[in-house]
């Protein structure tokens, strides 16, 4: 289970939505000029290293051999002689030299995950043997996210510190956050949107000689996808947009996605009377009520788990937000809900740890990068008090326990220092570009089936494969899902239209019909 979300601008990166409102000057941006000369970032030569030992999870570093660089890039890229950035990226070359394809260039989503992570935790147990045999995969930072120039704007102290001062009043939070963005990263900050991660993909691309972009994304990181394949069509090659957001709706459309999130916690809670002797209580409504109560009462009165900081409200909604995405982990969630329901709080601690190597005493840098890149997906109607205000009345009402999470990350953006992209909440065409394969799980709250639905319609050429089952990932179900993916990767073969797969968890035979799905 994951470590505390300490702060409210930790808001699961790309799940939930943050609206923007009036505050400190906005910086604009220019369009890049496409005359631009990018050929000495084109014609840079990578230079390949073992990566750091310390970096590596020790079970892949048995098996896996790992290298590491840096690819500089520039910070505007309407002004490609003024100041660059560096952004990190790490290989897993392809097994089978003799029949290598090419580089696969991979994003895990959030927006804010780092991509060099996820290739490390990924490789051995999320891409089959086959696929790593034929492809050097890469991962990489986006700019603005880990080793790539990370969005720093306060310490986690900094920001418990803030979030103790301001309680629930999270417009006060927003002001102080923005503030605190301009004066260390106000530089950065307007650079940091999906387009420039789009640009900076292509001079990854052309760094290893690569004539078109191989690329496998995840969540946010389809999202990016489609802004590379509108971008660059005729670069774009082989492109797998794996649990699909829709350029249309994320990240405006809160009031869903925060319904989707309380109908999983349902879900979760059903599915524990189901099985049997609940720890959490006999009726789902009054435990779910009672879950509600809890929230209300931490953020009255945090507590200590494991002799961390102050567990609060909203840490443990992003707990419960955090747990939807897998289903391993609620038997775990129950029972210490279970007792925390009861008065004994401390059993939390047995699902609100640190994760390794986090910096306990609360000195490292709290991450802002997928807020940074979030915000700038709101259109400017979505960007007045007015239309925060609604929104945060309409969760409130919508999604009683999720309200103080959505409501966190609406006001969160509320003051943030950057434009809005030009095609912000704008439907991307890819015009020119390859038939894009979609492959989305039927019942994700995360990401919802309609969502990818609708992209399949917006894209010129793309085609779309369903799983029935719930779960946030399509490739790693089963061997159908890691088939239908391989097959287009390996070979340029995409499945017959109207495909679906029935891979599940390991025990789940039939998916709920309440799994939520917005």
Known sequence: MRGILRAASAVLAGIV???????????????????????????????????PADEVPEEAADSLRFECAMVKVPLDYSRPDGTTIDIAVN?????????????????PGGPGKPGTEFLYNFAADGFTPQLRARYDIIGMDPRGVGKSREVRCQTQQEQAALQQKVGGDFQAFAKALAAACTKRAGDLLPFVGTDNAARDLDVVRAVLGEDKLNFYGVSYGTLLGQFYAEQYPAKTGRMVLDSVVDPTVWPGDTTVESVAFDTSLKVFVQSCLDAGTCPMGTDRDTVIAQIDGLIAKLDTSPVRVSGGDPVTGLDLTQLLMSAMFNEEAWPALARSLGSALKGDTTRLAE???????????????????????????????QRTAKAVAETDAEVSKAAPVFKEAFVAGRNLCAYWPAASLPNAG????????????????????????QWARSVEGQLVKARLVTNTSGGHGFYTMGSCTKKVVDDYLISGTLPARGTVCHDRAPGITTPSATTPAG
Do not use: M
């Not at 290989?91 to 994003?107: E, H």
């Not at 490292?364 to 997906?377: E, P």
């Not at 439907?427 to 919802?448: H, M, R």
């Open 17 to 51: 939505a943050a609206g923007c409102a009036g505050g400190p000057t906005v910086t604009g941006r220019a369009a890049p000029d496409p005359r631009s000369d990018l050929s000495p970032f084109h014609e840079q030569e990578i230079a390949w290293r073992a990566c």
């Open 91 to 107: 290989r897993l070359p392809a097994a089978d030299r003799k029949q290598r394809i090419g580089s696969l260039l991979t994003n």
């Open 351 to 381: 699902v609100l740890q640190p994760e390794p190597g986090a910096q306990a005493d609360g000195r490292g840098w709290a991450a802002q990068g997928g807020d940074a890149v979030r915000c700038l997906h709101l259109r400017p109607d």
């Open 426 to 449: 704008r439907a991307l065409k890819a015009q020119g570009a390859p038939e894009i394969l979609l492959v989305q799980n039927s019942f994700d709250a995360a990401t919802p089936v």
